[in-house]
């Protein structure tokens, strides 16, 4: 397999398998423009061969052919199931409050770690907040100096009215309703943690890898390409774990 020395940014969380084209058209253009290659679909051989290890997509470019496969990568193991926690909690969040708070630009701050890793907790958070944010609801609207703090909370939040001006607009990209900001996000991991890191990272990668294989085993006279997904919340974790290079 060609050695590829860029990366390409996916979504922070996995696409569905529903569409693979739709998953991985992107990369092909950029691919494409970036060799000077005009590859195009021609078939998915993973769907039309169900009993043999098969990649996911082929392409042709005249008489040139490549083939995809394209494998999501978590880190740690437990990363999108509360990545995905995350953003049902956003998204009910938004449900409840921005109908009522639609007059300005207001913000709900909560930590990552204080968000429960079960989805009934996450939903009972939900519903408290909801409910505690409603009862100062004129309060709040009042003054931007007035904000709800549950710091003695068993999972602490704040809640409070901005102006646009002071609010990234990356962040919260929105003129008014609710924004949620999630707090501590971020870890960045020292050299010693990332050098610990670098053996079970690698082990885990190579027990993906090393499954794929099968599926280049027919497609000796292809560009073969596999694709490693990584979903992490680590900011250190793509710029200093080992790259593993494979011929497959």
Same mark, same amino acid.
């Given at each position: 397999?060609?050695?590829?020395?860029?990366?390409? $940014? #996916? $979504?922070?969380?996995?696409?569905? &398998?529903? @569409?693979?084209?739709? @998953?991985?058209?992107?990369?092909?253009?950029?691919? *494409?423009?970036?060799?000077?290659? &005009?590859?195009?679909?021609?078939? #998915?051989?993973?769907?039309?061969?169900? *009993?043999?290890?098969?990649?996911?997509?082929? /392409?042709?470019?005249?008489?040139?052919?490549?083939?995809?496969?394209?494998?999501?990568?978590? #880190?740690?193991?437990?990363?999108?199931?509360?990545?995905?926690?995350?953003?049902?909690?956003?998204?009910?969040?938004?449900?409840?409050?921005?109908?009522? #708070? %639609?007059?300005? /630009?207001?913000?709900?701050?909560?930590?990552?770690?204080?968000? !429960?890793?079960?989805?009934?907790?996450?939903?009972?958070?939900?519903?408290?907040?909801?409910?505690?944010?409603?009862?100062?609801?004129?309060?709040?609207?009042?003054?931007?100096?007035?904000?709800?703090?549950?710091?003695?909370? !068993?999972?602490?939040?704040?809640?409070?009215?901005?102006?646009?001006?002071?609010?990234?607009?990356?962040?919260?990209?929105?003129?008014?309703?609710?924004?949620?900001?999630?707090?501590?996000?971020?870890?960045?991991?020292?050299?010693?943690?990332? *050098?610990?890191?670098?053996? !079970?990272?690698?082990?885990?990668?190579?027990?993906?890898?090393?499954?794929?294989?099968?599926?280049?085993?027919?497609? $000796?006279?292809?560009?073969?390409?596999?694709?490693?997904?990584?979903?992490?919340?680590?900011? $250190?974790?793509? %710029? @200093?774990?080992?790259?593993?290079?494979? @011929?497959?």
């Amino acid at each position: 397999m060609d050695e590829m020395d860029w990366v390409l $940014s #996916f $979504s922070c969380l996995p696409p569905s &398998n529903e @569409n693979e084209w739709f @998953n991985l058209s992107r990369f092909v253009d950029i691919y *494409n423009f970036t060799y000077g290659k &005009n590859y195009v679909l021609d078939s #998915f051989p993973e769907n039309d061969n169900r *009993n043999n290890p098969e990649p996911e997509i082929l /392409l042709c470019d005249g008489d040139s052919k490549m083939v995809i496969e394209r494998k999501v990568f978590p #880190f740690r193991s437990d990363h999108i199931r509360k990545h995905q926690l995350w953003h049902e909690f956003r998204d009910k969040i938004f449900e409840n409050l921005s109908e009522v #708070f %639609s007059d300005n /630009l207001y913000i709900l701050e909560i930590k990552d770690v204080d968000i !429960p890793t079960k989805r009934k907790d996450m939903l009972k958070l939900v519903d408290t907040i909801t409910n505690d944010v409603l009862m100062h609801e004129r309060e709040l609207k009042a003054s931007e100096e007035v904000y709800l703090d549950g710091a003695d909370d !068993p999972n602490p939040f704040r809640f409070f009215r901005v102006s646009v001006s002071d609010i990234d607009r990356e962040d919260v990209p929105v003129d008014c309703g609710v924004g949620v900001r999630l707090m501590g996000s971020l870890k960045f991991y020292n050299a010693q943690e990332i *050098n610990d890191l670098i053996s !079970p990272v690698q082990s885990e990668l190579t027990k993906i890898i090393k499954r794929s294989v099968p599926k280049f085993e027919n497609y $000796s006279d292809c560009i073969r390409i596999l694709i490693l997904e990584p979903h992490t919340n680590i900011s $250190s974790f793509l %710029s @200093n774990i080992l790259v593993l290079r494979y @011929n497959l």
